[in-house]
């Protein structure tokens, strides 16, 4: 079956670590995007890549980085710069354009 | 001023109650509106999908939007138990601008069904 896979789905971290969240996916989508997840804030816009090897800061980059070396793979480390991490981190994927996401299942990353 | 506003409620109705969901936005280059559907400790799934104005239906769905209010709507009729979730408007504007291609959500609404 198609979809998106984020791993891990639990993560603890401790204070001045840096930590690697994956998503893969096997829809040949070409866009790829991280959001963050708070309560009551909705999703924000961490980073998002339109094709292979580019992408673009979103709304909240600062303190987290990313890659895009493969089509299918989109990994998102958080560093220790990043001031407040503990939240639910969801990646998507579209074909592009204005046509809707497919969500992976996300990580809720805690800092300990 | 956020750019997409949605109450955040909690929102509890009786099984079989018509519900309204509501988004503002103030951005007017959005063009392409969406609800997700997000259950507990799950990723959101699009439900709606609508362009430009006007209405659209799905089985007990029913999307609007109203671009001269910057103002969309979810309504959902007889509302069951596994509606329970968190629904999330999002948004998106045209080619050569910069909100195309990137969806910008609202803080979405937690909806109750009780039985």
């Known amino acids: 079956d198609g979809g998106i896979t984020q791993s891990p789905k639990y993560l603890f971290r401790k204070e001045g670590q840096n930590v690697t969240l994956s998503c893969e996916q096997n829809?040949?989508?070409?866009?790829m995007y991280w959001y963050r997840q708070d309560p009551g804030q909705g999703l924000r816009l961490i980073y998002y890549?339109?094709?292979?090897?580019?992408?673009q800061k979103g709304d909240i980059a600062e303190g987290y980085s990313v890659s895009r070396e493969k089509k299918e793979s989109f990994p998102l480390t958080v560093t220790s710069a990043q001031k407040n991490p503990t939240a639910f981190y969801l990646c998507?994927?579209?074909?592009?354009?204005?046509?809707?996401?497919?969500f992976g299942s996300g990580t809720r990353l805690t800092v300990v | 001023q956020k750019e997409v506003e949605q109450d955040p409620g909690p929102l509890s109705v009786p099984e079989g109650a018509i519900v309204s969901l509501n988004c503002t936005y103030s951005n007017s280059a959005f063009q392409y509106f969406m609800w997700y559907r997000q259950y507990s400790r799950k990723g959101p799934e699009l439900l709606m999908y609508?362009?430009?104005?006007g209405n659209k239906e799905d089985g007990r769905f029913t999307a609007q939007v109203d671009k001269s209010s910057k103002y969309i709507s979810l309504f959902i009729r007889d509302s069951q138990p596994s509606d329970s979730a968190t629904y999330l408007c999002?948004?998106?504007?045209?080619?050569?601008?910069?909100?195309?291609?990137?969806?910008?959500f609202g803080q979405g609404t937690i909806l109750t069904v009780h039985p």
């Open positions: 999002a948004m998106s504007g045209v080619a050569g601008g910069t909100s195309y291609g990137k969806l910008t």
């Open positions: 829809l040949n989508h070409d866009a």
């Open positions: 890549s339109q094709i292979v090897n580019d992408f």
């Open positions: 998507a994927s579209s074909i592009g354009g204005n046509y809707g996401y497919t």
């Open positions: 609508t362009y430009s104005s």
